[in-house]
């Protein structure tokens, strides 16, 4: 196993949790490094997805700690952990359907100022306004990059699910966390779109965003990671760069087997 | 004018204000509420009880201040909105869709029953009354005068609300209730604090329900139990559905529809063969037929036509954007 090499960006110690007998996420413990990509893998039932919630906040963890920038996450609601800079996507992409595509990467940044019910009456005027004009150039700016320019003032519900995709990605690039946690992004992409996809990752590392991916799809996690996690029945069982676990036996028995024996 | 387009337009007035409240909380925040109603009951209440004085016995009721109408109406609204948290703080915590309105309609029904049953708060089924012509005398209004003035408070009120609402609307509080109706754990990943921007936008809602409350108080002169029945909320729901959700023209052209024609077209029915004159013999057949036309537009609209006549507006980006990646997917 090799060491991350940079200081951890998240940091996740003895974290688990219990569904009434099931044990979901199973004393689970793994870095992952600042200003990388690293992979999550694992079978179906590791705990990847559980793993997920605990750190983001959308489920409490039994017991354990994260944390993320030296600072312990657990017990905090998820709005809090978003605007701590820690940001993660779903499994299906959760767009804003009724909203079209431009609103949808606006409104990925919160705003303090603006989002208080007087903020928001208040916000139609000066220094206000500005950030409101540089936000929206800003918008159209990342989404003209994901090639959704021309799709901007549609309806997000109406998107393809791959483009739902992108939007999600140019929704990240709109909130700039220090650390994404994009959970399966490739579910139900096309290898094209898979590619931009991969791009889009090195460039959220360009812009000092770090990366978690939960992925099933291995060519994408050997293409875009430089350490990878594998767990299995919700603890890690191995990790270090893709090409190194491949030839480790827990992982192959675990996970890989079935593609390795093909 | 005849008296009778006043009270037409007057009530339509008052029933606008009822449905942009309403539409903060289903048409933004996404809430199917059915405690609604019973916003705009605390609010006549309220002004009523700190308006038409102390109990003559054997009436009994809360307060009983002579206070100016206007002061009584900002009682009223703080009151009602300290209610609608009350409820919001409960029901908005976990409950989402129908658990949601299943908590909210067992809230209305507690508050129903309590102004029913509990007599020394607002006199039970007897319910308040006295509230005649508020700020007439300030101005020295004879009645007729009166019904002008009245007409026109209440029209100036709808159009403040409507401003007001047009703001919210199109203001980033107003954007981040919408993204909590599209999907809220969205919102929250992204850094919405959902729980209380909900909140926020109920007790908004509930604030405009108790203000159209007092208003109507001082239309009605008098508020009781009979006066408000919890389903009375459905009319303000086919109001805002008919118009289109979340789009407060939409509310408002909702409302001429809903609240005014239908309410007012059964007036013109003719008179059934052999049943006699409908308005004056057969009230009930009226009230029958109101009910059976909003059900029936309700379930048209639900059906052909769920987003409204004038479906919710999105801000429409007319800047160039050019994408510098290929189109894909």
Known sequence: MSAPAAAPALEVRGLTKHFGGVVAVDACSFEAPLGQVTGLIGPNGAGKSTAIDLISGFKLPDSGTVLFKGRPLEGLAPHVIARLGLIRTFQSPREWPGLTVLENVVMARWDAGRESFFGGLLGLRGEQRARAASELSKAREILGEFGLANLRNELAGNLSGGQKRLVEFARIRMAQPELVILDEPMGGVNPVLGERMALAIEAFIASGTSVIVVEHNLPFIERVTQHVIVMAQGSVIAEGPFETLRSNQDVVDAYLGEQVRQ | ?329
Do not use: C
């Open chain 2, 1 to 329: 004018m005849s008296a009778y387009l006043i009270s037409v337009l007057t009530e339509g007035a008052i029933f606008g204000i009822m449905a942009l409240g309403l539409n903060v909380i289903w048409g933004w925040s996404g809430d199917f509420d059915l405690a609604y109603y019973g916003y705009i009951a605390v609010g006549a209440y309220m002004t009523l009880v700190l308006t038409i004085g102390p109990a003559q016995a054997p009436a009994e009721y809360i307060l009983g201040q002579q206070l100016p109408y206007p002061v009584a109406v900002v009682i009223a609204v703080v009151t009602t909105m300290a209610v609608g948290l009350v409820v919001g703080l409960i029901a908005l915590r976990h409950l989402r869709g129908i658990y949601f309105s299943i908590v909210t309609l067992g809230a209305v029904y507690v508050m129903y029953v309590i102004a029913g049953q509990f007599v020394p708060l607002f006199d039970g089924y007897n319910g308040l009354s006295g509230l005649f012509d508020p700020m007439g005398d300030v101005f020295g209004l004879d009645y007729q005068s009166y019904q002008y003035f009245f007409l026109g408070l209440s029209l100036v009120m709808f159009v403040i609300v409507y401003a007001f609402m047009a703001r919210v609307s199109s203001s980033r509080f107003g954007m981040a209730l919408r993204t909590l109706r599209e999907d809220e754990r969205a919102a929250a990943a992204f850094g919405r604090d959902i729980y209380r921007l909900k909140l926020k936008g109920y007790v908004l809602g509930a604030a405009l329900g108790g203000f159209a409350g007092a208003l109507f108080a001082a239309y009605l002169t008098a508020f009781n139990p009979s006066a408000w029945s919890p389903v009375e909320v459905i009319v303000l729901y086919s109001a805002v559905l008919v118009g289109g959700r979340g789009n407060i023209r939409g509310v408002v052209l909702g409302v001429l529809i809903m609240g005014v024609l239908v309410q007012e077209s059964t007036r013109f029915l003719p008179d059934l063969p052999g049943l006699g004159q409908l308005n004056t013999d057969h009230p009930q057949v009226l009230l029958a037929m109101r009910g059976a036309i909003i059900g029936l537009v309700l379930v048209l609209f639900l059906r052909f036509r769920p987003r409204g006549l004038l479906p919710e507006r999105r801000f429409v980006d007319r800047q160039p954007a050019i994408d510098v990646a290929p189109r894909s997917a």
